[in-house]
C-alpha cells in the first residue's frame, strides 16, 4: 500500500489545551477517507497542522515518503498537498475559466504575463476548462463567479485547488452552507474526481460521510477515537454514544 499522506505521533497544545495528541493517519493513495467528530474534536486542527499553517509540537507528518514537518504552506503546495477552505474566497468580478486558468497560470510560472490576455495562453485555458468539465462546471465556465450557485461556487474552489495539481485534496467543509440539493451533486463531482488524488474530507453530514468516504477516522477531544470503514463505524458503540451524547444535549 503506497500511502499519500501519514502523521506520526502529531501533538499541538495552546497552553493548557490539549488540541491534537499522538494523531497517527494512513492515507492511501487514490482513496477518500472521512474526518469526522463532534464540533471542537480537532478536525480542522488537524488540516491546519498537515498544511503547515500551524507547527506541530511533537511528531512528523509526511507527504509519501518526504518528511513535511517544517515545510512551509507553500513549499507543501508546491508538492502535491492542498487543502480548500470553508471560508469562499474567491474572485467575484473574473468568470470560472478566467480563475481557474489564473491558477494553472500561476503553477506554471506564468501568472506575471496575465496581462498578454487568454487568448495567448491557449495551453493553460484548455486545462483550466478541462478542470472545469470535470467538476461539471463547463456550462458556467464564461459566467461571473458573482453569480454562481452557492454550491458551484464551492466546486469552483476545488477547480482551483485541482489547478495546482495536488496528490493530497484536503476539503474542510465542502458543502457548508450549501443547499441539500446543491451538497449532492458536489459530492457526486468531488467523488469523480481522478483516482490519482488522494482526498481526506471534514464533513457534519453523515448521510454524505458514509456514501462517499471508504474509511472513516473519528476525533474526539483532540484524539483519534476510532478509525474503520462505513459498516464499523457505524456500528461502533462509542461513536454511537459521541454523537447521541450530542444529540440528547441538543
Avoid at 17 to 25: E, G, M, P, S, Y
Avoid at 83 to 106: D, G, H, K, M, Y
Avoid at 126 to 132: G, K, M, R
Avoid at 137 to 146: G, Q
Wanted: net charge neutral.
Amino acid at each position: 500500500m503506497t500511502l499519500a499522506l501519514s502523521t506520526q505521533g502529531v501533538d499541538k497544545s495552546f497552553g493548557s489545551l490539549v488540541v491534537a495528541r499522538d494523531i497517527a493517519i494512513s492515507l492511501p493513495q487514490g482513496e477518500r477517507y472521512a474526518l469526522i467528530g463532534p464540533n471542537g474534536a480537532g478536525k480542522t486542527t488537524l488540516i491546519n497542522l498537515m498544511t503547515g499553517m500551524l507547527r506541530p509540537d511533537g511528531g512528523r507528518i509526511f507527504l509519501g515518503d518526504e518528511d513535511i514537518t517544517a515545510l512551509p504552506p507553500a513549499e507543501r503546495v508546491r508538492l502535491g498537498l492542498v487543502r480548500t477552505f470553508q471560508i469562499n474566497t474567491l474572485f467575484p468580478q473574473l468568470t470560472a475559466l478566467e480563475s481557474v486558468t489564473l491558477a494553472v497560470c500561476e503553477r506554471i510560472g506564468q501568472a506575471g504575463v496575465w496581462w498578454r490576455g487568454l487568448p495567448s495562453e491557449r495551453a493553460a485555458v484548455d486545462e483550466a476548462y478541462e478542470i472545469l468539465k470535470s467538476l461539471r462546471l463547463a456550462a458556467v465556465c464564461n459566467r461571473p463567479t458573482r453569480e454562481l450557485a452557492y454550491g458551484q461556487q464551492r466546486l469552483l474552489e476545488i477547480a482551483l485547488a485541482l489547478a495546482t495539481r495536488p496528490k493530497v485534496l484536503l476539503l474542510d467543509e465542502p458543502a457548508a452552507g450549501v443547499p441539500k440539493d446543491e451538497s449532492t451533486e458536489l459530492f457526486n463531482a468531488i467523488a469523480g474526481l481522478s483516482k490519482d488524488i488522494a482526498i481526506l474530507f471534514i464533513e457534519n453530514d453523515m448521510n454524505v460521510v458514509f456514501r462517499f468516504a471508504s474509511r472513516i477516522i473519528v476525533m474526539v477531544g483532540g484524539r483519534i477515537l476510532v478509525e474503520g470503514t462505513p459498516a464499523e463505524i457505524s456500528s461502533d458503540p462509542r461513536v454511537r454514544e459521541v454523537y447521541l451524547g450530542k444529540a440528547h444535549h441538543g
